[in-house]
């Protein structure tokens, strides 16, 4: 993102040695990449020149600032900006408001959530799958099952289905449980809806979970996706990856980056933190690591994943001065940390305060 950004920034410079002004599309690309890139600053920059130029502010540019404010914990200023646009007088579309539901929900507000979620039905418009992933993801990473389930009733009954990442994490969680009937009851009606290969897709998640025997191996499982017509793609080959490594299965989620190799798929940073991931949950920090020199000395830009991965890594195995290492490692090459990394930091510090202390 950072390479591109740069070649980005390049093309502007002779955009304006020629002449060439910039217009609202111009703004708009360039402030996406910034958000992507978690450069904060130069994108509130960007947003007072607009301003000063008179260029609209529009729900794009608006829902963008709110998740990039949410991403770096400022959950305050996220809220000023809806505040703003109210005072403005501006319409909420879905982009806007679906950037609130998923800010309120990333900081345990659920009920605010749900309470912007009925607004936004009562006034015509209709949930995304967006809209739905927000509300599933942090429901069930507050524990809210029963809750989750409702809603993804709620999404079927609108014709939707949800995200494999999504239903993941539903799966997990019931798997966590001990619930595997419900997870074979939400399968088999998102099947009966007629979404047959999707379902092929839910099914080996369901059954890698469940840890029924079937699909243990990923070579068969990806076999099986083939024979019922799914087409395979890297996504694909992510998600099943994914469901391995939350089982710690380690040759399993490097047999899935083999397979997606052969299918001439080329490994991302994305893929390669999912297997820095099975070997973290593994406990297996030493591999993980190793994935983490891979990804850097491969010209790849780790990215917040890959550092909170490994940081969780580390913890798992009680290297607390590792932890404090990697986090100001990100922070050296300008990667800003989310929630997640913070707290990882904060509680390796306590530990080691408390060691110091003892």
Known sequence: MEGLLGVGVRILRVMEEMGIGRNQETYEILLDYYVNAGRL???????????????????????????????????????????????MGMVLDKQIYNSIID??????????????????????????????????????????????????????????????????????????????????????????????????????LVDIYGQYGKFEDAEECVSALKSEGLLISASLFCVLANAYAQQGLCD????????????GFEPNVVMLNVLMNAFGIAGRYLEAESIYHHIKESGFTPDVVTYTTLMKAFIRAKKFDKVLEIYREMESAGCTPDRRARQIFEDAMVVLNQKHFY
């Open 252 to 263: 399993q989620t490097v047999k899935v980056l083999q397979l997606m190799e052969e299918e």
């Open 103 to 204: 800010t309120f929900g990333k900081y345990g507000e659920l009920d605010e959530a749900l309470e912007v979620f009925e607004k936004m039905k009562q006034e015509g418009i209709r949930p995304d799958i967006t809209t739905w992933n927000s509300l599933i993801r942090w429901h069930c990473k507050a524990g809210d099952v029963n809750k989750d389930i409702g809603m993804l009733s709620e999404m079927q009954e609108q014709g939707s289905y949800p995200d494999p990442k999504i239903f993941m994490t539903i799966i997990s969680r019931l798997g966590e449980q001990g619930k595997w009937d419900a997870m074979r009851t939400i399968f088999e009606t998102i099947r009966s809806r007629g979404f047959k290969k999707s379902g092929m897709m839910y099914a080996v």
């Open 41 to 87: 600053n130069d994108t509130w920059s960007l947003i007072n020149e607009m301003r000063r130029k008179r260029f609209r502010l529009s729900s794009f540019v608006h829902s963008r600032v709110i998740g990039l404010y949410s991403d770096n914990g400022m959950w305050k200023k996220a809220m000023d900006i809806v505040g703003e646009i109210r005072e």
